[in-house]
C-alpha cells in the first residue's frame, strides 16, 4: 500500500510512456482501485507507433492502422489526455499543456499537478539549416509520414508516366534520402522494393529508369550492425543500383534540386531526411538538469539525478550504462533500451510510493537487425553475423515478439501470410492528405493548397 494518495503524470505516449504506464496499471492495482493512486498520460497523439515497422506500412506490407496501438484501450486504467506538454515546473509539481480543445476554449494552456513526475517526450528530428529542406524535405518518424512518404512514391511513377517532357520525368524518378542509419536505410530498402515491383505496371517506366541515391555523411552505414555488415549493406545497396555516398552532405534542396558535397547536383521530387534525432524541445522547458546534449540526467534507478520524484528513460534520458567495460556510458535511445527501461520504471515508481529498495537498470546490447526490403537483410545478434533471407526472417520475428498486445501480433502476421499468397498493393492515396479538397471545390470554393491544421493541436 502506497504511503499516500499520489497523482502519476506520464508525458509522452510512445514506448517509455506506454509501457511505464502499463506497468504502473498492473503494480497499482489495488491503490488505482481503492482511489489512493491515479495515473494521467499526456500525448500528442491517442496512439503509440510501434516505429521498426514504418518501413513495411510504407511499403505496403502492413496497414498503418497495425502498426499503432490505441493508448485508451491498452490504459483502461489511466486518464489519457491529448495534448502538448510546453513546460513544466518541477519544483511547484505542476506542468502545462494544451489539449485540442485549448484554442476553442480561449481559457489557454491548462495546468496539471502531480506528485510523481515521468518524462517519456521521446525525440524530434535532428534538422540542420539546409536551404529548401523546410520546403521539401520529408521526414520518416511517424505514421502519417510514412504513408504520406508511399502515396508521393506512387504519384512520382503517375507524374513521370504521364509527362512528355525529360526534365520533369528525371526529376520524379530520382529519391534522395539522407541518413545512414535504421530508419533511412530500411525505408529506402523497402519503398524501392515496392517502387521496383509497382513499375511492371506502368507501360513507359521500368526499374531502371529510377534514381535512389543515399546521403550518409559519415564513411559508413548502419553502424550498429558492425563494420563488416556495414559494408555488406552498401555492396547489396549498390547491386541493386543505388547509389551510396559516404562521407557526403546535403548542402542544399532548394528549387528542387539536391546538392551535395562532393559537387553532384539531382533535379528531384523526393528528399527523405532521416539524419538523426534530438531530445524533444519540452526537455528545454523545464528546470531539471540537463546533459550537453540535452537529455535528462538520470542514475542507474531511473531517476532524474538531483529531482526527487522525476524519473525518466528512453530517448529523452541519459542513463547510465552499468553493463558497460568503462565508466561514463550512456544506454543507447533505442526501442531495445526503452522497452526494458520502461519495465524498471514501472516497478520503480511502485517502489517509491511503497518505500522499498529501488532496482538498478543493467541490460547488456545483445545486438541490432535490420530489413533492407522483401527477403533482404542484415544483422549481427549475440555476436553472430547474418545477412539476407535469415537475417530478413530474424528481423520480422523479431519484431512481431515485440509488437504490443496479442491483437496486433496476430493482425500483423496475418498480413504477412496474405502477402505471400497475393500480389502487392500499389495505389496511392494521396487524396487523404487534402481530404476536403474535391468537397470545397464542388461547392464553389477554392481547395487549399496548405497542409492541414494540425490535428493534434
Not at 517506366?205 to 543515399?214: N, Y
Request: charged share 25%; aromatic share 6%; glycine share 10%.
Amino acid at each position: 500500500m502506497v504511503k499516500e494518495r499520489a497523482r502519476i503524470l506520464v508525458v509522452g505516449g510512445g514506448y517509455v510512456g506506454m509501457y511505464t504506464a502499463l506497468r504502473l496499471q498492473r503494480n497499482l492495482k489495488g491503490e488505482l482501485r481503492r482511489g489512493e493512486a491515479e495515473i494521467t498520460v499526456v500525448t500528442p497523439d491517442p496512439y503509440m507507433t510501434y516505429q521498426p515497422f514504418l518501413p513495411e506500412a510504407a511499403a505496403g506490407s502492413i496497414s498503418p492502422r497495425h502498426v499503432v496501438v490505441p493508448l485508451r484501450r491498452v490504459l483502461d486504467q489511466c486518464h489519457v489526455v491529448v495534448g502538448e506538454a510546453h513546460s513544466i515546473d518541477h519544483t511547484g509539481r505542476t506542468a502545462t499543456v494544451t489539449t485540442l480543445a485549448t484554442e476553442d476554449e480561449g481559457t489557454g494552456a491548462r495546468r496539471l499537478t502531480y506528485d510523481e513526475l515521468v518524462l517519456a517526450p521521446g525525440s524530434v528530428s535532428r534538422t540542420l539549416p539546409v536551404p529548401g529542406l523546410a520546403d521539401h524535405g520529408i521526414g520518416f518518424k511517424t505514421v502519417e509520414e510514412a504513408i504520406g512518404l508511399r502515396n508521393h512514391v506512387l504519384e512520382q511513377l503517375d507524374i513521370a508516366s504521364s509527362t512528355r517532357d525529360p526534365a520533369i520525368r528525371d526529376a520524379a524518378l530520382t529519391f534522395v534520402f539522407v541518413g545512414g542509419g535504421f530508419a533511412g536505410v530500411e525505408a529506402l530498402g523497402e519503398l524501392e522494393d515496392m517502387a521496383r515491383y509497382a513499375a511492371r505496371y506502368y507501360h513507359n517506366v521500368t526499374p531502371e529508369d529510377m534514381k535512389w541515391i543515399l546521403v550518409e555523411a559519415s564513411d559508413r552505414i548502419l553502424p550498429e550492425v558492425g563494420e563488416d555488415m556495414g559494408r555488406y549493406t552498401v555492396t547489396e545497396l549498390r547491386r541493386r543500383n543505388i547509389d551510396v555516398r559516404l562521407d557526403t552532405r546535403l548542402e542544399s534542396c532548394a528549387d528542387r534540386v539536391a546538392v551535395l558535397s562532393d559537387g553532384a547536383r539531382f533535379p528531384t521530387r523526393t528528399v527523405v531526411w532521416t539524419a538523426g534525432v534530438k531530445p524533444h524541445p519540452v526537455l528545454a522547458a523545464t528546470d531539471l538538469p540537463l546533459d550537453d546534449r540535452g537529455r535528462l540526467v538520470c542514475t542507474p534507478q531511473l531517476a532524474v539525478d538531483g529531482a526527487p520524484h522525476a524519473w525518466a528513460a528512453g530517448d529523452a534520458a541519459a542513463v547510465p550504462d552499468v553493463t558497460a567495460p568503462g565508466p561514463g556510458g550512456t544506454c543507447a535511445p533505442n526501442a531495445q533500451h526503452a522497452v526494458r527501461q520502461a519495465r524498471v520504471l514501472g516497478d520503480n515508481i511502485a517502489h517509491a510510493l511503497r518505500g522499498e529498495p529501488l532496482d538498478t537498470y543493467a541490460h547488456k546490447y545483445v545486438g541490432s537487425v535490420a530489413s533492407l526490403g522483401f527477403h533482404q537483410g542484415v544483422a549481427h545478434v549475440y555476436g553472430r553475423r547474418l545477412k539476407g533471407y535469415p537475417a530478413w526472417f530474424m528481423h520480422r520475428a523479431y519484431h512481431l515478439s515485440r509488437v504490443p498486445t496479442v491483437n496486433r501480433k496476430a493482425r500483423v502476421l496475418a498480413e504477412w501470410a496474405l502477402a505471400g499468397l497475393f500480389k502487392r498493393e500499389i495505389v496511392s492515396l494521396g487524396s487523404l492528405e487534402h481530404p476536403r479538397a474535391e468537397f470545397e471545390l464542388a461547392a464553389g470554393g477554392k481547395p487549399s493548397q496548405e497542409p492541414p491544421r494540425n490535428p493534434k493541436g
